[in-house]
Structures are given as structure tokens and as C-alpha cells.
């Protein structure tokens, strides 16, 4: 599963190193990064991350200040601090922060709070997950198990849920459904998502990529080398 980040940051240099960190990480997307605590709250009325990491000192509205916001907006979003003041830190953990992290930052330490953070979201995201999917064909619907199911697959712009030898077309895109389907789902295609429970075999492939095969099913899904990377973490292959 993905979880999403905003950077908030107001100097440059701090927002690229970060960037260039999180981009070793495929289960991590950054999704904006902002100069201000202003700049946070109105991306912040168009969608909200899993994770916001949040510099202390910026113009206008301190990291504190715009903890304090959030918390008082009932914002679901995790915070992580990023900051080169180790002084805030009491504040900070007060406003329940998840993690303060100080500068210069390596990627074993943001490794680290990205850890504990995912943990803290899985949990979250247990008390909320669905049972069920729903497969609409004309006027019919039909409750789709999410443990049954095998893979779901892009087929002629359809995402279609492979159960064993049936299937059922869902209305999700692969994005919504990426973000609530359990953790042992990986999406390891931009067309794909398999339930890595229900896999049977893995066969290495040409380019790094795998070929996967499944318990109850004749189905078979090629991997992205980078769907290959994440799988293989999953599986210690």
C-alpha cells in the first residue's frame, strides 16, 4: 500500500534533500510540497496525506502553530517533524505528534519515523477496512469478499477483482482501492494489485520483473520492476 506525504518546508534545500530520500522508498508518494504553513491549509481544503512532514521554523505560522490548527480541524494526517531545533520537542509530542526528527536528516533515521508512522496508520486503517466490495453489472450488485480475492485488474479500462475462476468488475479505480484494501495488498503494476496471501509462486522474469501465480486461480500477473522490488521485500526472496 502507498502512503502519501506533504512536505512542508520553507527553505529549498531541506525540501529536496527530502525528496531525494523519499524517492527510495516505493511506498511512499509525495504529493506536494508547500513553503508555508499557509500554503498547507489550503492544500489541505483539496485533499489530505497520510503523513505531513512539517518544518518548525517558516514564515508566518511556526510548526507548532500549525499542529495546534490541525489538531483543532480534526485533521486525520500523521506529523512528523523535520526541524534543526531540538527545543520544540516537548511541545511537539504534547500536540501528539508522531515522530521529531532533527536536521541534518540521513535516510536511516526518516526511515525509522516512516516505520513507526505506517504502523500507526495500519492500525487506523484495521478499524476502518472493508469486508466487502461492491460489483455492479446493469441493476445487479453483488457483495465481493476482499479476502477472495486473487488480483484486480485494469481489462479494457474495467478494474475487474479476479476470485479463483470468477469475476467482477468494481467502479473503484485502482488509487481508491489501493488506499483501503488491506496491507497484503501491493500494487505491483500500474494495472495491477494482487493479494499477496493468495499467491502460490513467483518466477523470476526478463527486466527484473516477476511472474506470479495464484492458490485458487489460472490467473497469471506480470509485475513492474518495481512492483518486483516491493514483492520481493514482502516475500525475502
Not at 516512516?114 to 466490495?133: F, N, S
Request: proline fraction near 3%; aromatic fraction near 6%.
Amino acid at each position: 500500500m502507498i502512503n502519501t506525504l506533504f512536505i512542508v518546508d520553507d527553505e529549498y534545500a531541506s525540501r529536496l534533500k527530502l525528496n531525494q530520500l523519499i524517492s527510495a522508498l516505493p511506498e511512499w508518494r509525495i504529493e506536494a510540497e508547500l513553503r508555508s504553513g499557509e500554503e498547507l491549509f489550503q492544500r489541505l481544503s483539496e485533499s489530505q496525506p497520510d503523513v505531513i512532514l512539517l518544518d518548525i521554523n517558516m514564515p508566518g505560522l511556526n510548526g507548532i502553530d500549525v499542529l495546534s490548527q490541525l489538531n483543532q480541524q480534526h485533521c486525520n494526517s500523521e506529523v512528523i517533524f523535520t526541524t534543526a531545533h531540538s527545543r520544540y520537542a516537548v511541545e511537539a509530542f504534547n500536540g501528539a505528534a508522531a515522530d521529531y526528527v532533527l536536521k541534518p536528516i540521513s535516510l536511516q533515521r526518516l526511515l525509522l519515523a516512516l516505520e513507526r508512522v505506517a504502523e500507526r496508520l495500519r492500525l487506523k486503517r484495521a478499524q476502518t477496512l472493508p469486508q466487502t466490495l461492491i460489483s455492479q453489472v446493469g441493476q445487479r450488485m453483488r457483495n465481493v469478499k476482499v479476502e477472495d480475492i486473487d488480483a484486480i485488474i485494469i481489462d479494457n479500462g474495467t478494474q475487474v477483482a479476479h476470485c479463483g475462476s470468477q469475476t467482477y468488475p468494481l467502479d473503484m479505480t485502482l488509487t481508491e482501492l489501493e488506499q483501503q484494501l488491506p496491507a497484503h495488498f501491493l500494487r505491483v503494476h500500474r494495472g495491477a494489485i494482487i493479494n499477496r496471501l493468495r499467491l502460490s509462486e513467483a518466477e523470476r522474469w526478463l527486466n527484473g520483473r516477476l511472474l506470479l501465480r495464484f492458490i485458487h486461480s489460472e490467473l497469471e500477473v506480470l509485475t513492474s520492476r518495481n512492483g518486483a522490488r516491493q514483492l520481493k521485500r514482502h516475500l525475502t526472496m
